[in-house]
């Protein structure tokens, strides 16, 4: 067994073990390969092993790989420049990171372009943190109400990048948070939102993620290993 197949057994095992912990069916957990910097050798490894979702933060690597990668679904899970969101808009299954509004205006530009309806999540960033992406807790609600106007856009649910801790327990009130969210804008049953999923949880993390309701988790390095930023 590869290095790479036995990381995805392992995860696996681990996922399904939360879940049994928790009472929860593993069936419901969508496990996200992040291959930033992982080349399509690599990627392709993890397919054959199962992978059926990766996930890219950089519109340049779909752009790459999308052509020798195949028989899988692509996630944009990075910041997305709206000067670049018609490269992958034929491309990609969902998009993780809606945090603004001129950012959705384009993303239902393209959409309607290609005649299709884009799933996206909204991205909280929930800690607060300064270096990191997505609304406040507070602005998401507002936020809401305001992409309604968008015909081309459905809302799927929302993603949280939690803060790196070397304790995952520190980040649990975190997930906490976004499942709150979650819940609240779920009842209001707003027009072309239809919440599904709770994108939260990286390899240091996933465990507590899940624990807290999260049924998308994006790990990379626990299945490729450390990245390595300077091949690229
Ligand atoms: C890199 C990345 C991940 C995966 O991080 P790991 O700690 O390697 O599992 C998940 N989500 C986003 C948005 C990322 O950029």
Known sequence: MSY????IKD????INETCRKIGRNPEEIQLIAVTKTVDPERINEAIHAGVEH?????VQEIMEKYDVVSNVHWHMIGHLQTNKVKYIIDKVKLIHSLDRISLAEEINKRAKKHNKIMDV???VNVANE???FGLAS???LEFFEKIQIFEHIR???????APYEENPENVRKYFKKLKEIFETIKIKGFPRVDMKYLSMGMTNDFKVAIEEGSNMIRVGTGIFGRRNYNKL
Not at 4 to 7: D, G, R
Not at 11 to 14: G, H, Y
Not at 155 to 161: D, E
């Open 4 to 7: 790479i197949e036995k990381n």
């Open 11 to 14: 995860l696996r095992e681990e």
């Open 54 to 58: 990766i996930g890219e933060n950089k």
């Open 121 to 123: 999540l909204v991205q």
């Open 130 to 132: 300064e270096t990191k």
């Open 138 to 140: 507070n602005e998401v």
């Open 155 to 161: 809302v799927r649910g929302l993603m949280t990048i």
